[in-house]
């Protein structure tokens, strides 16, 4: 290619970004299922360790499949460096962890994935760094919350599940003032939709896990960031500690890449069908879809996002009960905890994700116990309309 793939637009990039085309010419990316790698002479693999050499090493630190799929991901998100890891949760881990030593501090959005909340409540005490959870979407609230200690701001966006939409360039606006860096969990909102990079956050995380594979096969994650965040703080706690993602996964997600942009618009494009069609239904008391004008934030999801959601949040009239009627009589989309698949699945927080919370911080969220998550798939939007309805006559 004469052009850079950086200057390309993101279709594109997602195609042939980061590609390092082996001796044989191959079309497709090669996976490179190798642990380590040999050396022509004792002098080479001595200017490899000194880092005078930029070839790889081990798998743990590098290999050329994983190499391609940070490569994509950084073109993708506008980002300067890149560490793909096992899982998700690896990469949050990583990025929460890695930059912090005890006595400091973490203010974080108090709606986050259970796993997220895990790592910020449970598993930073005990190594002596405090969060103070707040509610993301008041501004004072985060402002309060600020200590001369505070080091890093957390939050996800849209929130999972209720699609709250949080101001990111308002957050990472009050962080940077505090002396503190921004960290944004992506997942909900994908690369495709919305590039937190670009608003003013020092961080970027995924579960590839989600859209990136989006077919239900490999876990993966990774973290996107400054040369400077991940050369200083990411790259040899990874190194070292080895949250390595298997070459294997990163090939898979590599591919997934190449449909993402293709997959979310199709999906995105479903899901606000659905909105349109249940928003008025009336076994539905609420109904919440980033993309339609009734969201509370709706001016906030046209300033910072370039689309919906591949997720619509829908509270049931009838609590639990119906929530499960309905969820026991879908035929085509599939009760799950996942999402961003091709498949369309259907979660209710209260009894899954969310079940670890009292329920008087799940109200407080806005997680009822009729509540309903649903992940909008590649089937026809028609099929799955017409499944849902029928569901809700059910309920
Ligand atoms: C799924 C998910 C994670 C964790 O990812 P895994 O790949 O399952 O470890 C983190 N954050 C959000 C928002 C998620 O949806």
Redesign the pocket.
């Known amino acids: 290619m004469s052009k850079s793939p950086a200057t390309y637009r993101p279709e594109t990039r997602l195609v042939h970004s980061g590609t390092l085309r082996s001796q044989y010419g191959e079309t497709s990316e090669a996976l490179f299922l190798t642990q380590g790698y040999v050396y022509a002479s004792a002098e080479e693999c001595e200017a490899r360790f000194k880092g005078e050499d930029p070839g790889f090493i081990y798998s743990r630190y590098s290999n050329p499949t994983i190499a391609m799929f940070e490569r994509r991901m950084i073109e993708l998100e506008g980002a300067e460096a890149a560490r793909s890891a096992?899982?998700?949760?690896?990469?949050?881990t990583t990025a929460i962890l890695a930059p912090l030593k005890a006595g400091d501090h973490v203010v974080a959005s108090r709606a986050?994935?259970g796993?997220?909340l895990y790592v910020l409540q449970d598993l930073l005490p005990r190594y002596g760094i405090e969060t103070t959870l707040v509610n993301g979407a008041n501004l004072d609230e985060w402002q309060r919350a600020v200590k001369p200690n505070t080091k890093t701001f957390f939050l996800?966006s849209p929130t999972?599940p209720t699609l709250d939409v949080l101001d990111i360039p308002g957050i990472a606006e009050i962080a940077h003032q505090a002396g503190a860096r921004l960290i944004v969990?992506n997942?909900?909102a994908t690369p495709i939709w919305q590039s937190p990079l670009a608003l003013g956050a020092d961080v970027v995380?995924?579960?590839?896990?989600?859209h990136i594979d989006g077919q239900g096969r490999c876990?993966?994650?990774i973290i996107l960031s400054s040369e400077a965040f991940i050369a200083e703080h990411i790259h040899n706690f990874m190194r070292q500690t080895g949250p390595s993602i298997s070459p294997f996964n990163a090939w898979v997600l590599l591919k997934g890449l190449e449909t993402l942009g293709v997959r979310v618009r199709a999906q995105t494009d479903t899901a606000a069908c659905i909105a349109d069609v249940l928003a008025n239904h009336p076994k539905i008391a609420r109904l919440v879809y980033p993309g339609r004008e009734d969201h509370p934030q709706a001016a906030l999801v046209k300033k910072q996002m370039r689309g919906g959601s591949t997720l619509i949040g829908f509270e049931v009239k009838g609590g639990k009960a119906a929530a499960f009627r309905v969820l026991n009589e879908l035929k085509l989309a599939k009760i799950s905890n996942?999402?961003?698949d091709a498949k369309s699945l259907v979660t209710h927080p209260a009894t899954t994700t969310h079940q670890r919370l009292k329920p008087e911080v799940r109200a407080e969220l806005g997680i009822g116990e009729g509540f309903i998550r649903f992940s909008a798939g590649l089937e026809h939007a028609d099929d799955l309309i017409e499944d849902l309805t029928a569901a809700l006559e059910k309920a």
Do not use: C, P
């Open positions: 096992a899982t998700g949760m690896a990469a949050v986050l994935f796993s997220n996800e999972n969990d997942v909900f995380v995924y579960s590839a896990t989600k876990l993966g994650g996942n999402l961003g």
